[in-house]
Every structure is written in C-alpha cells, then in structure tokens.
C-alpha cells in the first residue's frame, strides 16, 4: 500500500514537472520563485525514488531462504535450551542461596566445545536476575570470557569498571586493583549487601597463561560465588593445592549430545531462522548426524545448517537440500584447515609442502625421508632433524598429520609413518596461496 501510495506521487510530481517545462521554461530563467518551486520539486521526485529503492533491498531479502540469520548465529541466546534442563536446575540450586542473601557455594563446568556450557549460563543468570528483580537482595552475575581477559588484572579491573568503579585498563599495581575490588563490598550505594557471582568462561586460557592468582583473590573476596567454564576436564592442574582448598566447587558434567538432541535444537532454531517450506527434510537429520559425530558439538551442527543455507542463496535455490549439506561440511572444514595452515610459522609450513610432495608420490613417509624432503625444499635455509620433531608433534595436534608407530622386525627397531589428515588439494591450494 505504501509503495503503492509512493508510486503514484511519484506520478503526480513528475506529470507536473512536465508540464512546468512546456510552459514554464522562459519564466524559470526569469522569475526566481519559480526557480525554487521547480527545483523543490524535482528534489522531491528524487527523494521519494530514494525512498523506494535501495541496492541492498535486491541483494537480501526477496530471493533468500533466511528471514533471520541471528538466530543461527553462536552468540544467540535462544528463549529455551532443549536437553540442557537438568544442567540449569543444578546450577539454580546453587545460585538459590543468593536470594536468600547467602553467598552461593563455587560451581565449575565442565564439557567439550559446542555442548551448551555457555549458554546454559548466561541462561541461568537471566533467569536469576529476573527471580531477583522482586526480592530484597542485591545480586550482580558478571560474565567474562577469559580469552578476552587473560589475566587476574584484566579480569579485576574489568569487574571493578562492570561495577562502578574507575580502574585503568593498566598501569595500577595489582594490589591497588583488588583494594578498590574489595572496597566494593565493604559498602555500597544502595546501602544493601552486594553479593556477586562472576562467570569465567573458558577459565582454563587465563590459568595457563597468568597463573591461579586470579581464583585466589575471588576466593578470598567475602560475598563471590565463582562460576568456572573449562573445556577441559583436568584444568584444575593448573591451581595450587593452598587455592584449591579454598575452591570447594560443585562440579557439573556437560555431555555431548547425541544425534536426536542436536536435531531438536536446530529445528527450535530453523524455524527462527528460514522462510516456512523451504527446508528439506533430511537436512537436519544430516546436520545432527555430522554434528553428532564431531563429538555432540551444537555449534557445528548450527554452522552446517546456516552454510547450508548460505550455499541455497548462493545457488539461487528456493530450498536447502540434503546435498547443501554435505557441500556445507568440506566448506567449513575448508576453512578451519586454511585458518590454521595460513598461521603457521614458515618453517612448519615448509614441512607440509615436504609432506605434501611425498604423500603425492605416494612413498611411505618416515621422519628421515621426511626431512630430506623439506631440506630440498628449504633450499638451504632449513631447522636441524631435532627440530623437525617438535614440528610433527604440534602438527599432529591440530589434526593436520597423524603419525604410527610400526615395528621393522627384531632387531631392526621402530619407525615413525607419518600420513596427513587432510584433504590434499586444500592443502596445496593453500600452501601456493601464502
Ligand atoms: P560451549 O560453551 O559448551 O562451547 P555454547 O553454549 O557456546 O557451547 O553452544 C554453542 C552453540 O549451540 C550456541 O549457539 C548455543 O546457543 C547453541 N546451543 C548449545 N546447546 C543448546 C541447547 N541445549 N539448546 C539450544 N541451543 C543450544
Ligand atoms: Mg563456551
């Protein structure tokens, strides 16, 4: 109706441009009301086209399957969390306490990537934010994600910043930091007790690079409950015996899910996300099923069905088929391979290229021949056999090789066969792109 509206005043203005310049050219160059009536008009005709047609307007929308891609994004907060009940309610049974102004006891997380940790606590401290809105309690959940602040300052001082306080981002002593943190809790403007639980996602980043300094300052600090996520099941090696002691956490498991739970999951949030009728059946079994082999990780199986969704728009497709799918898959592991490949320091590189060259001559590949290989392609400018060592263990660990042991017979020792894991073509495309 709008547009419509538009159209047709469109009309009217330009109709009556038409008939100023039959009758009225003479007197424009004359008459300088006129001249502005005309001008006004025609910048009225502009601004309404303005209004009606953007490039953008082509571009999205119209010919796409998303109504709205945020909701496939990782950083979307969906309403619910399918499969993840169990794991909120034992985290609210802790945090319960602060709404009867006790500090909560220390709760740790622990899960592999993609199974909900995250979210499962941010949708836990909204939940207890809004339980709080009608109590007589004074509750602050602060989440930091510690590989955005990777040290105990960082972490202090930005707590300190979420909570009023003016601290540098540097240049104050540690010790000036967590007095002015501490002074938080001594008193505060609203006279009640303030009790704060702070959220350190991916908790295991700033232990390993800045020490445990960080848990005993939150420990020892009256009124914190400390909420810690960690991929990883043995970070606490990383804390002292003196900080453990007064870490008396509740842990809680985090398992991958299974195919059926991912499936629910995406469909909760394909139906946010595209237009109705334009998913296939099977794409989301298939997305589930990939992702369920990737050891249960939900942030896969989002990205497989939001590729698959982009390669539907790039195709010009009105649907996303089982067959985006499987496209969708050796994309994204494209990507990750090339992240990684293109961020290797040159001499690992050079020792890929060496990999590359004997896997497609199809030798058998032992460390010995292997280095042979990356001295030629080194050309002179080449790290010694020991050093070679390292570089095949820290390749291994990204995934990008893999090596086996095989026994030669008795008395001839054991050899390192070294294969890649990759696909050889992203590889090489890679390696002759740097
Ligand atoms: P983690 O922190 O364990 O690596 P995240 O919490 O970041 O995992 O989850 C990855 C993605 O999967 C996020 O986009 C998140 O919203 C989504 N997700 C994970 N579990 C669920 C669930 N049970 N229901 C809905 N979405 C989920
Ligand atoms: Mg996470």
């Known amino acids: 109706m709008k547009l419509f509206l538009l159209h047709f005043l469109k009309f009217v203005i330009k109709t009556f441009i038409y008939t100023f310049l039959d009758n009225i050219t003479l007197e424009i160059k004359h008459n300088f009301f006129y001249y502005k009536l005309f001008y006004f008009t ?123 306080k003016d601290v540098p981002n540097r240049g104050w002593t540690k010790g000036e930091v967590i007095n002015t943190f501490r002074s938080i809790f001594r008193k505060n403007a609203y006279g009640k007790k303030l009790i704060l639980i702070v959220i350190l996602d991916e908790i295991d980043i700033l232990l390993e690079k800045d020490g445990d300094g960080i848990l005993y300052t939150l420990t020892r600090t009256k009124n914190v409950s400390i909420l810690s996520i960690s991929n990883f099941i043995d970070f606490k090696k990383f804390i002292k015996p003196r900080v453990m002691s007064s870490l008396r956490d509740k842990e809680i498991v985090f398992p991958p899910y299974g195919a059926n739970q991912l499936a629910d999951i995406l469909n909760e949030r394909a139906n946010l996300s595209f237009k109705d009728n334009t998913l296939k059946n099977d794409v989301i079994p298939l997305c589930s099923a990939m992702a369920a082999r990737e050891e249960g990780d939900a942030r896969y199986a989002l990205d497989l069905l939001r590729t698959a969704g982009e390669i539907a728009d790039d195709e010009g497709s009105s649907e996303i088929l089982g067959e985006y799918v499987r496209i969708a898959k050796d994309k994204i592991e494209h990507n990750k391979i090339t992240d990684v490949i293109i961020t290797l320091p040159t001499q690992q590189q050079r020792v890929l290229e060496a990999l590359l060259i004997l896997t497609k001559s199809k030798d058998e590949i032992t460390s010995g021949k292997l280095y042979d290989t990356y001295k030629e392609v080194s050309k002179g400018d080449s790290v010694t056999y020991r050093r070679i060592f390292d570089f095949i263990n820290e390749l291994e660990m990204l995934g990008i090789i893999s090596t086996n042991t095989i026994s030669r017979g008795r008395g001839r020792g054991r050899t390192n066969i070294i294969s890649l894991q990759c696909d050889t073509g992203v590889l090489e495309t890679t390696l002759f792109s740097i």
């Open 42 to 164: 025609v910048e009225t005709y502009y601004k309404i086209g303005g209004l009606m047609e953007n490039i953008f307007d082509n571009l999205e929308g119209e010919n796409s399957v998303f109504k709205d891609k945020k909701p496939l994004d990782h950083r979307f907060l969906p309403d619910s969390l399918p499969h993840r009940k169990e794991q909120i309610t034992q985290i609210a049974k802790h945090w319960i306490e602060a709404l009867n102004n006790i500090t909560p006891s220390d709760v740790t997380i622990y899960g592999k990537t993609g199974t909900g940790k995250t979210a499962a606590a941010k949708f836990a401290r909204d939940q207890l934010g809004e339980a709080a809105a009608n109590k007589d309690v004074f509750i602050r959940v602060e989440y930091i994600r510690c590989t955005d602040y990777t040290t105990e300052y960082q972490v202090i001082a930005q707590l300190c910043q979420k909570l009023g």
